[in-house]
């Protein structure tokens, strides 16, 4: 009973794990199609993303982002 139980805890983390992956690479994917875009047009996008406000890089500036994005869904 306690081997089934600890295999279904297993796969239900497993696939939390995937979802919470799953999320952080759509939620990367659009900040950075933002950031991108508003680079290209000379705008200032770190005041638009939360986190990004004193990174240095674009891609900090996206993770930072993302995660401050990621922290409000749990």
Do not use: C
Not at 16 to 41: C, E, H, N, R
Not at 47 to 56: F, H, I, R, V
Request: proline residues 1%.
């Amino acid at each position: 009973m306690t081997d089934m139980t600890n295999r279904s805890l297993q796969q239900v983390l497993k696939n939390d794990s995937k979802i919470f992956y799953g999320i952080f690479a759509v939620g990367f994917v659009l900040f950075l199609l933002i950031a991108v875009l508003a680079q290209v047009g000379h705008w200032q996008w770190r005041s638009w993303l939360p986190g990004a406000e004193s990174e240095k890089s674009l891609i900090g500036g996206v993770k930072a982002a993302v995660y401050t994005f990621m922290s409000h869904l749990t």
